[in-house]
């Protein structure tokens, strides 16, 4: 998006618990979703002030949002330290790299210690989401080598890097 402007809602407190995943609530029509592509489960960048989060996207229909706003999950306003009506600037989401790992391991890739360690550095900074995170597991059950199983032990017990 060249015109930044358009990419700042206002903030709306949804008093909505979402456990430890930030998630946040847009209009079906809403601008910013139209002009970026974002769609109901897109992860986005959220930024306010010196605060930054990445959040999940539930798209809303209706009126329970006013045209220019945000609806944010307690979670997502408490990362944020927003109240109603503060603007939110909203970018796209970063990649991570430690996902194409998973996507690896989904295709029957055997994974090396590094990569193991980099999947659980960003897991444990809480980058991945719900459905990120049971991708990861969901493979881990199925296919672990003894030597991935000894790799994922030892990532697990080193001392978090953020």
Not at 91 to 98: E, F, M, V, Y
Request: proline share 2%.
């Amino acid at each position: 998006m060249s015109d930044n402007s358009q990419s700042i809602l206002s903030a709306r407190r949804l008093e909505i618990d979402t456990l430890d995943e930030p998630v946040v609530y847009m209009r079906w029509d809403c601008h910013v979703c139209r002009a970026e592509g974002f769609r109901a489960r897109s992860r986005i960048a959220l930024h306010h002030g010196e605060r930054s989060a990445i959040a999940t996207i539930n798209v809303v229909h209706g009126e329970r949002l006013r045209a220019g706003e945000i609806g944010l999950s307690v979670e997502a306003a408490r990362q944020l330290a927003a109240g109603n009506g503060d603007p939110i600037r909203i970018s796209h989401a970063p990649t991570l790299a430690s996902f194409s790992h998973v996507r690896a391991k989904i295709y029957g890739e055997t994974l090396e210690e590094e990569q193991l360690t980099a999947v659980i550095s960003d897991i444990a900074a809480r980058r991945y989401s719900d459905v990120q995170l049971t991708a990861f597991v969901t493979t881990c059950a199925q296919r672990l080598s003894q030597r991935e199983i000894t790799a994922l032990t030892r990532a697990l017990w080193l001392p978090a890097s953020d």
